[in-house]
C-alpha cells in the first residue's frame, strides 16, 4: 500500500492523486481535490484564468521573518498506456503498486512526472513537523502539452522571491537550467485512390514493443522512434514488392518518443510470402542494430477485412509520405560544449496520423541554444516546402538559463551534504521545466529544481524509486527551514 510509505503525507497524497483521472486538459477532478483538501485544512487559495493554483500559508511560530518561498508543481500527467491495456484515462483510476523499491503502475504511465512533486508540496502544507517561513504552493495545468499554465502565469501574483521547481526526475542532481522548445506541425493535404482490382490482401504492419520514454530526459538513450522505423521499412524493405498505402499512424505525444507505429497496406495476395518474410528480415536487421537497448522489439501482421476498404493512397502522396517521413530528420542535433553529458539540441517526431484526407507530423524541438533551436525549425520548414506541405510553429519558449552564484542553489547544495554526506551534481536538463516560463513574468526570481528518481517518464515503464522520495523530502524539508540563509 502506498499510503504506507514514509514520508506518510506526501505518499497518502500521491496515493490519492493516482485515484483521480488527471491527464493534460482534463484537470477539473484534480483541481476539485486541491480545492477541498485547501478548504478542509483551512488554507487559502486563488484560481487565476489560466486554471493554475496558488496556495499560500503563514510561516511556523519562530521563521516569520524569513524570505517566502514558492514550491511549484503541475497538475497534469502524461496518459500511455501498452497496447492490450484495457485504461480509460478520463474515468479511470492509476493501478500504482509496490515493487521493491519501486513504485509502478499497471500497464500505464504512473504519473510520478509530477503527481509525486504535487504531493510533497500539499504535504508541506499539512505536516505539522515542517517548519517554514511564508509559504507559497503554484499548481500550474497542461505542463506536459504545452506549459499552458505557465504560458498564462501573471507578473506580481506570487509574491515569493525564491521558487522550488519539484519536476526534475533524478534525486541527488540540482538543477539550475532547463532547454526550450518549440512545437512544430507538419500538415499534408492527401488524395485517394480506389484499391488496385489485383489487390485481394488488406493487412496491418504493427511496430511496437519500444521502450519509448521522455523526449528531452531519454532521447539521447539511443531507443528506437517507432515512427521512423515504420517509415524506414515502407522506404527501404516494403519497396521489393507492390503494396498501396492506406493509413499510417505512430504515437501519441509531442514530447513522447513514441513507442508503436502502425501501417495498413494493400496488395496482391501471391505476394503475401514475400512481405512476411521481408518483416522478420527487417526485425532482424533491427535486433542487430538496436538490440542491446529495445530488446523487445515486435513486428506484427494481422489481417483487416479487405472488404471494408475501398480506397488507398494515390501513388503520388503515398511516395511523398513515405519519403518525407524517412528523411526527416530526429534525435539528438548536438551536445553541449559547455555542459558535459548534456544534450544541447535534438528534435523529437512525436505523432503521425492521418484524418480528414490530412496527415499531421508533430515535432517538439528542444535546445539550450535559441539560435540552434532555430535552426532546426528552418530545416523543417525547408523539408517541409520541398513537398508543398503546410506547417505550423507553436508553443515557443526560451530555456531557463543556469544562474551558478545563486544563494538558493548554495543553500540547496549545503544542506544536502549535511544530510547525505556527499555533493550534489549541479545539472542544466534537456527537457522543458517551466522555470523558463516563469523567468519571463518573474525576472528576478531565484529558482532550483529538484526531485526523486523517475525512471521512464511518459510511457508505461514509469517507476519512482521509495527511497529517493524519502531523500528528496528530507532535502526540501531543510532547505525550508534554514530559508533565513537566503536573506
Request: proline content about 4%; glycine content about 6%; some cysteine.
Amino acid at each position: 500500500m502506498l499510503s504506507t510509505l514514509e514520508p506518510k503525507f506526501t505518499w497518502q497524497i500521491f496515493n490519492d492523486i493516482c485515484k483521480i483521472p488527471h491527464p493534460s486538459h482534463h484537470e477539473q477532478m484534480i483541481t476539485k481535490y486541491i480545492v477541498d483538501f485547501a478548504n478542509s485544512h483551512h488554507i487559502a487559495y486563488q484560481i487565476d484564468k489560466a486554471g493554475n493554483i496558488l496556495l499560500t500559508k503563514p510561516a511556523t511560530k519562530g521563521l516569520e521573518h524569513c524570505p517566502s518561498i514558492a514550491l511549484q508543481a503541475h497538475m497534469d500527467m502524461v496518459p500511455q498506456k501498452n497496447e492490450g491495456t484495457v485504461h480509460d484515462f478520463l474515468t479511470d483510476p492509476i493501478q500504482a503498486y509496490v515493487d521493491g523499491e519501486w513504485v509502478k503502475a499497471k500497464g500505464t504511465t504512473l504519473g510520478a512526472d509530477n503527481g509525486v512533486g504535487l504531493a510533497s508540496a500539499l504535504a508541506v502544507l499539512i505536516d505539522p513537523t515542517v517548519e517554514h517561513g511564508p509559504l507559497e504552493v503554484l499548481v500550474t495545468t497542461s505542463e506536459e502539452t504545452g506549459m499552458h499554465g505557465a504560458f498564462g502565469l501573471q507578473p506580481n501574483w506570487l509574491k515569493s522571491k525564491y521558487l522550488i521547481n519539484t519536476d526534475s526526475e533524478d534525486e541527488g542532481e540540482i538543477f539550475t537550467g532547463c532547454a526550450g522548445g518549440v512545437d512544430f506541425t507538419t500538415t499534408f493535404a492527401i488524395t485517394y485512390a480506389v484499391m488496385p482490382e489485383k489487390h485481394d490482401c488488406y493487412m496491418r504492419i504493427s511496430l511496437k514493443g519500444l521502450k519509448g520514454g521522455h523526449s528531452g530526459c531519454d532521447i539521447h538513450l539511443g531507443r528506437g522512434n517507432a515512427i521512423k522505423l515504420m517509415a524506414r521499412f515502407l522506404a527501404e524493405y516494403a519497396q521489393d514488392f507492390s503494396f498501396r498505402l492506406a493509413d499510417i499512424q505512430g504515437g501519441s505525444l509531442r514530447n513522447a518518443i513514441p513507442r508503436e507505429a502502425f501501417a495498413e497496406i494493400s496488395l496482391n495476395k501471391q505476394d503475401l510470402p514475400k512481405l512476411k518474410s521481408i518483416l522478420q528480415q527487417y526485425k532482424a536487421t533491427l535486433k542487430n542494430e538496436l538490440g542491446s537497448v529495445e530488446p523487445n522489439i515486435e513486428i506484427n501482421l494481422s489481417d483487416v477485412d479487405a472488404t471494408k476498404v475501398r480506397r488507398v493512397l494515390t501513388t503520388e502522396h503515398q511516395n511523398k509520405i513515405i519519403n518525407w517521413l524517412n528523411s526527416a530528420p530526429n534525435g539528438v542535433v548536438r551536445m553541449s560544449d559547455q555542459i558535459h553529458g548534456v544534450v544541447e539540441t535534438s528534435l523529437n517526431l512525436g505523432i503521425v496520423n492521418i484524418k480528414e484526407n490530412q496527415l499531421y507530423v508533430n515535432f517538439l524541438i528542444r535546445s539550450q541554444v535559441d539560435s540552434a533551436k532555430d535552426a532546426v525549425v528552418s530545416t523543417l520548414i525547408s523539408l517541409s516546402q520541398l513537398v508543398n506541405a503546410n506547417y505550423e510553429i507553436s508553443g515557443g519558449y526560451s530555456g531557463w538559463e543556469p544562474k551558478l552564484d545563486s544563494s538558493l542553489l548554495q543553500l540547496a547544495k549545503d544542506k544536502y551534504h549535511e544530510l547525505f554526506s556527499q555533493k550534489a551534481k549541479i545539472m542544466v536538463i534537456h527537457a522543458g521545466l517551466e522555470c523558463g516560463l516563469f523567468k519571463q513574468s518573474y525576472p528576478d526570481m531565484d529558482m532550483i529544481s529538484i526531485g526523486p528518481t523517475i525512471v521512464s517518464p511518459h510511457s508505461p515503464d514509469e517507476k519512482v524509486n521509495i527511497q529517493s522520495v524519502h531523500r528528496y523530502w528530507d532535502l526540501l524539508i531543510a532547505i525550508l527551514k534554514s530559508a533565513i540563509l537566503l536573506k
